[in-house]
């Protein structure tokens, strides 16, 4: 397997998950049944949450590079769905062509707006493409969870989400408003990160070689960190958009900084 997922792969990778997601929608009973994992949600708005989000970053791609994002009016098509069910299958299928469109047209490079300039990821269509892969990966989790059949996210994806996640999500230039402290997170399928947090913000590293129980663990050795979170990448993932606890995971440390983290928000 591929470090990383190549463009070419990303764009597939969506378009199989975006699949799952209708599947699993297609044999839903009903689409008024609550999201368990967005209480505030049915599956009627968990599928109008992700059109719209996919026509509006077929825009935002297609609109090249920008300091702000293009009006709601620049998507194509309506960006609210029909609630009768084939039709808006339908309608969920031609918004995630949209977005691939967008992306095979402006390919991996082509600068654009995104919403985390701060972080450590690129302000490319490559980029979107990565993140929104997480997206419909996360959400394709939800609706196969709402209805009791809820399957790990793919190996690959998870994989590349991890990492994703940590760039996107937590790497900044905003200060750490706590201790100086460094987490690491170790995907049982080999492969490791560490975040350090600081005054000077937060910055993310792959490690070199796959972490073990002893050689990075919290508090041991010359490498020690203050904190580590073990499990699946699936696991992982699932942990920081908040669909499963973290003492789900095997935690080694300070476990109040996973709590800190997740109360952090730095762009408050």
Known sequence: MAETPEFPDLVRLIDERSSAFRAALASAPSLEVQVPTCPEWTLLDLVQHLGKGRRRWAAIVGAGPADAPPPE?????PLVGPREREALLAWSAESTEQLLDALRESGPDRGCWTWWGRSMSLQTSGAVARHQLQEVAVHTYDAQLTLGAAQPLPEEVALDGVEDFLLTCCATTAPWPHERAAVDYHATEGRS?????????????????????????????????????????????????????????????????????????PDA
């Open 193 to 265: 990160w560490r975040l350090w947090l600081s005054a000077d913000g937060a910055r993310v590293a792959r490690l070199p070689t796959p972490g073990t129980m002893t050689a990075t663990a919290a508090g041991e050795g010359p490498d020690a960190v203050d904190a580590s979170l073990w499990g699946t990448a699936s696991e992982l993932v699932l942990v920081f958009y908040g669909r499963v606890p973290v003492d789900y995971l095997k935690v080694d440390g300070d476990r109040r900084i996973f709590d800190l983290l997740i109360d952090w928000d």
């Open 73 to 77: 009016t620049a998507a194509k098509g």
